[in-house]
Nanobody, 112 residues
Framework: VQPVESGGGLVQPGGSLRLSCAASGSIFAARMEWYRQAPGKQRELVAGITTDGITRYADFVKGRFTISRDNVKNTAYLQMSSLEPKNTAVYYC????????WGQGTQVTVSS
């Protein structure tokens, strides 16, 4: 039932990454969210998307990130651009609805 994140890695400042979150079941009725947790800090919401496609973002995203979903592929995405070193964290996917489950996370490191 646990979703699987992918797409993390090492990127230079100003670069881009696209994270994917593949759920094991239908996400049609599930809100999808991305969180991040930096070392020594609490996990915090980055972005979310409802079943109707309504999105919300943390203030620190500042228009640089875009969340989307593909209900046919049961996958959510987080497109990140203009990345900064302070965006370095483990990024987690949360699948709502009947699954209510967290992924294991994918590391994003922004460094030159």
């Amino acid at each position: 039932v646990q979703p699987v994140e992918s797409g993390g890695g090492l990127v230079q400042p100003g670069g881009s990454l696209r994270l994917s979150c593949a759920a094991s079941g239908s996400i049609f009725a599930a809100r999808m969210e991305w969180y991040r947790q930096a070392p020594g800090k609490q996990r915090e919401l980055v972005a979310g998307i409802t079943t109707d496609g309504i999105t919300r973002y943390a203030d620190f995203v500042k228009g640089r990130f875009t969340i989307s979903r593909d209900n046919v592929k049961n996958t959510a995405y987080l497109q990140m651009s203009s990345l900064e070193p302070k965006n370095t964290a483990v990024y987690y996917c949360y699948v709502g609805g009947w699954m209510k489950s967290w992924g294991q996370g994918t590391q994003v490191t922004v460094s030159s």
